[in-house]
């Protein structure tokens, strides 16, 4: 997920501080789940895919296979 997210970030260019700020975490818990060392619960996941403008999937499953 982390990956994903840190990918669609900078395509956006959006800083990690402005992602933290909008999806309203700590700048270093989202640190934590871009490098993979946390897992965000499902609200957090859903703030971080609006924040982005796409869908929890695209970012959860970014090959498209489910686990």
Do not use: F
């Amino acid at each position: 997920m982390g990956a994903a997210v840190d990918k669609i970030r900078a395509l956006l260019e959006i800083p990690k501080g402005v992602l933290a700020e909008r999806v309203d975490i700590d700048p270093g818990y989202l640190t934590k789940l871009l490098n993979g060392s946390r897992q965000p619960s499902p609200p957090v996941l859903r703030r971080i895919a609006s924040a982005l403008g796409v869908s929890v999937e695209s970012i959860s499953y970014p090959n498209g296979a489910a686990k």
